[in-house]
């Protein structure tokens, strides 16, 4: 061999130890593995019918309990799935519809209607879902909520406008 | 030697006794006393013989054994409890109407089980205290304060888990907001959340993660480490208590007398076993464990609120950005805490409760300061400054982050320095101060977050939260 400074001894410690930390790395990896979070197919996380475009009043917010939703319509027609999981720490924000806001019970938090933060301390909006109007039927897709910095006037979707 | 071990054919009833019990009982000589306590499973956690000063009670005040005697009573309830209750969503409400009315002593063994729980955490923590204030950390003792360090944290680990299984309003939103903490960890955050939680959010795969933490690797890790941490205290011995004129207290000359721990030690430990016991148990027969309505994902209470014993850390989410307020600054706590024991010490604080005549009054000075303080700094927050709307143009992160814990380093470092020229302090004295007001600012905290926050977590005062 080559390099002669790597003695016979040293070789079987550096083998040795590469093994047992082999070992030990895929002992983790299926503990970590068999704990991992396992998806439960259920009524939350799939798309969800949530009726007539049309029945749904310009300025409303609809609760949708299963969904874990609010179907926000704002004044101007557009539409809005907002999460309703305070970003802050996880509470079911509820809508006050007297102030005209959501206003989270666990740390004051305010949102406003679109999700905009209004008090902190929630860091972000609140999450929206993806919204598709086909045929005048809206729909939410609960799968993945949607995390965004600022709420914008591109979140809205509108009935009639294909997306 | 052959004689004493010869079985005696003759006399079974002896012969049986003597293969269980080797030492004679009672032992007349102290060397007798000192192979009873050696050659016994449970007795050979201690030493044979300690000095005769640390067994003042005013110095350890048996916090430790308090604490392992909480572990054996929790253990025992706890197994108990696991026979009348199914961790499922579906049931575990029901289990727990059951336990309160059809189970007999259901109530009670439950009430054992919640308020040993809850002691144990004050108990642990004030036992982190004692041995701080009595200067027990020195060398070689330090690893050993790194281990009651793990312990404190397996033990609100353990509590924290242990809170969802009753499935009430209570547990489901205490465990929401507590769980969210991690989720503002940099980067691997949320992935931690949603393993622990077996999902994105609390549910049934949080039910199952949680009691088999509870009753399985928190307690098994608990007890392990708790051995390891007697163990320790027995090869380090305690440190021996100093009057603050620097003689050994309780002992006539500096000579220390050493006695055999049975039944010095041990019969101590008997009665203040046996009267904490009776106190818990009574006040485990007159006063229930809470229980609300059944857990509603769809409905958060007003105000929801986590544990008690997170309201310190709640409270400081209420003035910083989440990353600050659940990460950064306990972390920081958390580091400083385990560095502690590795700082220079006078070493003629050893034993002197709060060091010494002038580390006594710098811990009053600190202890009042945080008082008044930090009660201060909250009202402060709460209605006057608001420092992300003065800096709109910065991520609140850094308004509501960097910028206010800077200013609070600024203070300590401050305060630190003014003790040190004001009382002509040793660091060691001073070091002190800062930890009594850290500690006394934390307990303030926590009093504020239980006891005067009540609806939309708004300050008022205690008898409006109620």
């Known amino acids: 061999m080559a390099d002669k ?3 016979r001894r040293d ?7 590469a093994a047992g930390a082999l070992a030990l790395v895929e002992t983790g990896g299926v503990v970590l593995s068999f704990f991992s979070p396992r998806i439960v197919e259920g009524e939350f996380g799939g798309v969800i019918d949530a009726g007539q475009a049309d029945s749904f009043p310009p300025g409303s917010v609809t609760p949708f309990t299963q969904g874990r939703f609010y179907l926000v319509r704002m004044p101007d027609g557009g539409f809005l799935a907002l999460y309703r999981k305070c970003t802050h720490l996880g509470c079911a924000v509820p809508w006050n519809p007297a102030e005209g806001k959501f206003i ?5 938090s305010s949102f406003e209607m679109d999700g905009q933060v209004i008090n902190p301390p929630a860091p972000r909006p609140l999450d929206r879902f993806a919204v598709s109007i086909v045929d005048g039927l809206v729909k939410i897709d609960t799968g993945t909520p949607i995390q965004r910095d600022h709420a914008s006037p591109a979140d809205l979707v509108y009935a009639g406008v294909t997306a | 030697m052959t004689d004493e071990f010869d079985p005696r054919p003759e006399d079974l009833k002896q012969r049986v006794w003597e293969s269980i019990q080797r030492d004679e009982l009672p032992p007349s000589d102290d060397r007798g006393r000192m192979r009873v306590v050696m050659n016994n499973l449970v007795l050979h956690l201690h030493p044979s013989k300690v000095a005769k000063p640390t067994l003042k009670f005013t110095y350890t005040w048996g916090l430790g054994g308090l604490a392992l005697l909480l572990i054996v009573l929790l253990s025992v309830t706890g197994v108990m409890l696991m026979f009348v209750y199914t961790p499922s969503p579906e049931t575990a409400y029901q289990d727990m109407l059951n336990l309160q009315t059809s189970v007999w002593f259901g109530q009670l063994i439950r009430n054992l089980h919640h308020w040993s729980g809850n002691l144990l955490v004050i108990v642990a923590f004030l036992h982190l205290l004692r041995v701080f204030f009595t200067g027990g950390f020195r060398t070689p003792r330090e690893f050993n304060w790194i281990l009651g360090l793990a312990l404190l944290l397996l033990v609100v680990a353990a509590n924290f888990t242990g809170y969802l299984l009753p499935w009430d309003q209570l547990a489901y939103w205490a465990v929401t907001v507590g ?5 503002y960890i940099p980067l ?3 992935g931690l959340r949603n393993f622990l939680l077996g999902g994105p959010e609390v549910g049934a795969a949080t039910l199952t993660n949680f009691y088999g933490l509870h009753v399985a690797i928190i307690p098994l890790t608990l007890m392990g480490i708790v051995s390891f941490h007697i163990w320790r205290v027995r090869k380090d ?11 050994v207290d309780g002992d006539d000359g500096d000579r220390i007398e050493k006695v055999t721990t049975l039944p010095h030690l041990v019969s101590r430990e008997l009665v203040f076993a046996l009267v904490m016991t009776g106190a818990i148990l009574l006040w485990s027969v007159w006063v229930n464990a809470p229980l609300e309505a059944a857990a509603n994902p769809d409905h958060s209470p007003n105000p929801a609120k986590a544990a008690w014993y997170f309201m310190g850390l709640q409270e400081l989410l209420l003035h910083f950005h989440p ?3 659940a990460i950064i600054i306990p972390a920081l706590g958390l580091g400083a805490l385990a560095f502690l024991p590795y700082q220079r010490f006078d070493l003629s604080a050893e034993g002197v409760w709060f060091r010494s005549r002038k580390g006594r009054l710098i811990a ?3 202890t009042l300061t945080a008082l008044i303080a930090v009660p201060l700094l909250v009202l402060l927050d709460e209605y006057v400054l608001d420092l992300p709307g003065m800096m709109p143009n910065l991520p609140t992160i850094i308004s509501n982050g960097w910028i206010p814990l800077a200013v609070l380093l600024l203070l300590l470092i401050g305060y630190y320095d003014m003790i040190k020229r004001l009382f002509r302090s040793t660091a060691c004295e001073a070091r002190q101060g800062i930890f009594v007001l850290l500690v006394t600012a934390f307990i303030v905290l926590t009093v504020i977050g239980v006891a005067f926050r009540g609806e939309g977590m708004a300050l008022m005062l205690p008898w409006e939260v109620l």
């Not at chain 2, 769980?179 to 989720?183: E, I, M, V, W, Y």
């Open chain 1, 104 to 108: 989270c019970p666990c740390h004051a």
């Open chain 1, 5 to 7: 400074d790597v003695s």
């Open chain 2, 188 to 190: 691997i955050g949320e």
């Open chain 2, 237 to 247: 011995t305690l440190t021996i208590p100093h009057t603050v004129d620097g003689k």
């Open chain 2, 179 to 183: 769980s969210s903490l991690l989720s």
């Open chain 1, 11 to 17: 070789f079987l410690k550096l083998a040795w130890g």
């Open chain 2, 364 to 366: 009053l000075v600190s």
């Open chain 2, 323 to 325: 990353v600050f307020g």
